[in-house]
């Protein structure tokens, strides 16, 4: 059994060395083909060219590597034509993936999309041309499958591989101790984002309102996780000149441990937030874009709510503070609130384990039952239980 395979990008890498790991317990001998970035090919996928061909950020790098990118998703359509597969895998990367599962549905290849574009927030058209390209999506998140029934479009929600990997119950202690913090001081994680337009834009107002928040609170003390290098120089440079004497500490990546450690987390609207809900952490999420880019998203925006755990609960439960609103004084005095604890805490919480048990389904056994029952093949491995009847009826929790 022949399996294609494309990740775009190091996140679609560990869903798809999950998604491979998990077929080849029911069947050993099946081979993978494709794009694979460095886990993939630990899992045994066969790589076609490197996942860093694909792996580009930015709108002016995206337009110098164009004529790259089309050529080699020409070659990989190319390829799988003349050599067919028993199925193609597109993780991600929709722009890309999508059209190569098109070119291979019509030749008869069964295709699958693994983890949704963001279809159910903006330009809900596309919808149409993922349902001509593809014969299953699945999906991470109960909402996003439920928004592919109402088009009848092939779908199977299989969970969150984040919230397999977090327990439902975190030790704040110990995660204190990886990060030599005090076991009883109040700490608050910040987090800006990972992208430079992130910090641009939301470091200036985080950084006064850890000041704001610091004078409400005088013993409390800040952890900053920075993603990478690039992104702790420009977060530095803000710090200094706004705030030099601020009780900070900046760490290289660990934004997980970060969080865990944390008592309340401020952090930019993404995938973060998901993160710091299965953490258990409460917090306040922000997010700010020049004039027009905000103009475009509320055009186009279809839903009401940016943050990922008021999307899982169809309703709000954690503060978002947007564009304007992103003011120090709001968020200072939202992460002093929430410092505070009392009742808002405690509902918060309940909520995002009730949220984290939904989406704990063993994503990557989900996914791989349903390729495989795609493929009309048996499950080999009896012993794999399948946490479906568990789940049932997740899938159509509402957006």
């Known amino acids: 059994m022949r399996i294609g395979i494309v990740a775009g990008e190091l996140s679609g890498d560990i869903l798809g060395a999950g998604l491979i790991d998990a077929i080849r317990r029911h069947y050993p001998d099946c081979t993978f083909e494709g794009v694979a970035g460095p886990r993939m090919l630990a899992a045994g996928c066969d790589s076609l060219f490197p996942l860093e061909k694909l792996c580009v950020m930015g709108f002016t790098s995206i337009l110098r590597r164009l004529p790259e990118i089309l050529w080699l998703r020409r070659k990989l359509v190319k390829h799988f034509l003349a050599n067919p597969v028993d199925v193609f895998i597109g993780i991600d990367y929709p722009d890309f993936n999508l059209h190569i599962e098109g070119k291979l549905k019509k030749a008869g290849i069964k295709t699958v999309h693994y983890n949704s574009p963001k279809v ?28 592919y029934e109402k088009f009848q479009v092939p779908v199977r929600f299989v969970g969150h591989p984040l919230a397999d990997s977090i327990p439902v119950q975190v030790d704040r202690r110990q995660a204190r101790s990886t990060l030599r913090l005090q076991p009883h ?22 950084v006064k309102a850890a000041k704001f928040c610091l004078q409400r609170h005088p013993k409390v003390k800040f952890i900053v996780p920075a993603a990478n290098i690039k992104r702790r120089a420009e977060f530095e440079r803000i710090l200094r000149k706004h705030a030099p004497h601020l009780p900070l500490t900046i760490y290289d990546g660990q934004s ?23 953490l258990k952490r409460p917090m306040v999420v922000a997010y700010k874009g020049s004039k027009i880019s905000a103009l475009i998203v509320r055009l186009m925006a279809k839903v009401d709510m940016a943050a990922l755990p008021n999307l899982l609960a169809g309703k709000r439960i954690v503060l978002e503070l947007l564009q304007h609103n992103a003011t120090p004084e709001k968020l200072g005095l939202a992460v002093s609130h929430l410092l505070e604890g009392g009742e808002m805490v405690a509902c918060m919480l309940k909520e995002f384990t009730k949220i984290h048990q939904q989406i704990r389904c063993n994503a990557s056994e989900q996914a791989a039952q349903a390729v495989l029952k795609l493929m009309g093949c048996e499950l080999l491995d009896k012993n794999i239980r399948s946490p479906e009847r568990r789940h049932e009826g997740v899938a159509r929790v509402s957006a």
């Open 256 to 278: 997980q441990q970060a969080m865990a450690a944390a008592d309340v987390v401020l952090l930019a609207s993404g995938t973060a937030t998901l993160e710091a809900m299965l």
């Open 120 to 147: 159910w927030a903006w330009r809900q058209g596309r919808v149409h041309k993922i349902a001509r390209s593809i014969d299953l999506m699945l999906t991470l998140l109960p909402f996003e499958a439920a928004f």
């Open 185 to 206: 001081d109040q700490i608050v994680a910040i987090l800006p984002g990972s992208r430079k337009m992130e910090v641009d834009y939301l470091a200036e107002p985080f």
